[in-house]
């Protein structure tokens, strides 16, 4: 079994940083590929970040382009989450996934982490 343990999240003010970290434990696990997903209360859950563990290739959504950066330490195995310049509207529940190498589907799941941005 694998277990993801997200940490780093709190409050912060508009303009500020924040970094998250996921570690990844539990059986020798390499995955295809590991992200951020955030739910805001009233949204569904939506793709925030994503990295491949081997390339280290990247996918942002749109909304955080510029501001964000995923990064992965291999050795660690751990997927971090810069963010910078952070605005009210990145408010939500932050949670690391990852994706299984057999089918590149997220199907590990932390328990995630509130991120809170005052104005």
């Known amino acids: 079994q694998v277990q993801l343990v997200e940490s780093g999240g709190g409050l912060v003010q508009a303009g500020g940083s924040l970094r998250l970290s996921c570690v990844a434990s539990g059986r020798t696990f390499i995955p295809y590929a590991m992200a951020w997903f955030r739910q805001a209360p009233g949204k569904e859950r939506e793709l925030v970040a994503a990295i491949t563990w081997s390339s280290g290739n990247t996918y942002y959504a749109d909304s955080v382009k510029g501001r964000f950066a995923i990064s992965r330490d291999n050795a660690k195995s751990t997927v971090y989450l810069q963010m910078n310049n952070v605005k009210p509207e990145d408010t939500a529940v932050y949670y690391c996934?990852?994706?299984?190498?057999?089918?590149?589907?997220?199907?590990?799941w932390g328990q995630g982490t509130q991120v809170t941005v005052s104005s």
């Open positions: 996934a990852a994706a299984d190498s057999t089918d590149r589907r997220y199907g590990y």
